[in-house]
């Protein structure tokens, strides 16, 4: 082992380690040597070897794994941005106000985003949100309004005046002022709620059928009182004049309206203030029509609606003074 063995001793010692590889392990290689015949080198020169022995990490690799973390911390940045910017576009929307006013001098209809149908008299004045087809909520804020409201039982139908609100799931019914201080509702198909808006006042008023409603906007306390007493047919042809905007394509006189191409909407205003009813057009199409003729104070109201109906092909059903025009 010290170079002190001929060649043929050294090959079989060879050759006897290669077969028994774990003698090597009982042979102590530097038991004999002198300090002095040993090597030894200094830290620094350490260093320098292990570095050069070390394998060097791949820069091309370290920057692929720093381009994939970015782009995470980059897709979950975008996500939340985008996230924060739709609530907030959603939250705009909904703070979004359209409303609608009648100033024409007789009744007005309109349907809403959900289909539900409302009647403005002249000057009446409703606000609802942009997003009403979530949230049917109505701001009646002025005026007399009557509402057909399409039927759906996951989103309840709701108006709120002064602090009333009025609930419904599919029902007509129309909201007015009584006096300074007080609210007349009145259900005239289906079922209502009627109750504090604000919570204060916990009682809820329920109509199941045609009722009027009188209610004091300032502590919540209401009775059912009889419908005001309705004019005579005769009282309200002669009155009838009073409602006509300037310049109107109706001539009217104590005995006779006469209609000059004016618009179905405006036609049905005038039937229901000659014949006390509330007249619900379920398709909006009939509405836009025009229509030329006379209406005389001694005409029967089933008579006109049923030449109405042969004229435009629709039918009609009268129930409680409501006439459907189907």
Known sequence: MSNQCPYGECESIARFLEENEYELDKIDIFEDLQKSELISISQKEKNRVFKLIEPKRNKFVVFKRVLAAASVLLFIAFSFYFFRENEKNKETVAQVWISIVNTKGINQCYVLPDSSRVNLNPGSHISYRADFAKNREVIQKEGDVTYSVFPNEKSPFRVVNQG????????????????????????????????????????????????????NIANFSHKLVRDRGISTKQTRFRKGAEILPPNSSIAWSNRLVEFKGVSNADLFSIMEHLFAVHIAVENPEIERGNFTGKLYQDDNLEDLLEIFCQINGCRYTIQDNIIKIK
């Open 164 to 215: 009333v609100q009025t609930r419904a799931i599919g029902t007509m019914f129309r909201i007015s002022a009584y006096d300074e201080d007080h609210l007349m509702v009145k259900l005239l198909e289906g079922k209502i709620v009627v109750e504090d808006y604000n919570e204060k006042y916990p009682e809820k008023v329920i109509l199941k059928e045609p009722a009027t409603l009188l209610i």
